[in-house]
């Protein structure tokens, strides 16, 4: 049987400690041999929120991501950092958080032919923050995003 090879990098951002389907798709791209998951981005979820009412909801989400990976017995895993605890009001507020620099890392890199992917189910808080500080990213991955509803 042919060794089968990751076709594509994804840095995966979720609210892991909201509802379950975060969960779902973190565990798929985790199990899938053509993906290279690069960067977990532990998401915050809308303010009143039935769940994660601990105040730290990026926190609690890249801690469930990190229980994940160490009940499924993954040998080798990819970083997982808690993102923005809140929304951005404006674009002035984008700070050079350890999510925000790590996104912008993955995107500059110059070291790999594989298409970089961001695949998202929660707020988009972490990405525009690294988009604020780093323009350039933009043409250097693609957005796979889920979400909206509570937006009009």
């Not at 160490?70 to 895993?77: A, D, H, K, Q, Y």
């Not at 990819?78 to 923005?84: D, E, H, Q, S």
Request: hydrophobic fraction near 45%.
């Amino acid at each position: 049987m042919p060794k089968i090879s990751p076709r594509c990098r994804v840095i995966i951002d979720n609210d892991f400690a909201g509802d379950p389907d975060g969960l779902f798709q973190f565990v798929h791209h985790l199990l899938s041999p053509t993906v290279d998951v690069r960067l977990v981005v532990g998401s915050h979820f809308k303010a009143m929120s039935e769940w994660g009412k601990s105040g730290r909801q990026s926190e609690d989400s890249a801690a469930k991501a990190t229980e994940v990976m160490e009940r499924m017995g993954l040998r080798s895993r990819p970083p997982v950092l808690a993102g923005a605890e809140a929304v951005l009001k404006d674009a002035r507020q984008a700070m050079r958080t350890p999510a925000a620099e790590a996104i912008i890392a993955e995107a500059m890199r110059e070291d790999s032919p594989l298409p970089l992917f961001y695949c998202a189910g929660a707020g988009l808080t972490d990405l525009a923050m690294a988009l604020s500080i780093e323009p350039r990213i933009a043409g250097r991955m693609t957005l796979a995003w889920i979400g909206g509803g509570e937006h009009s």
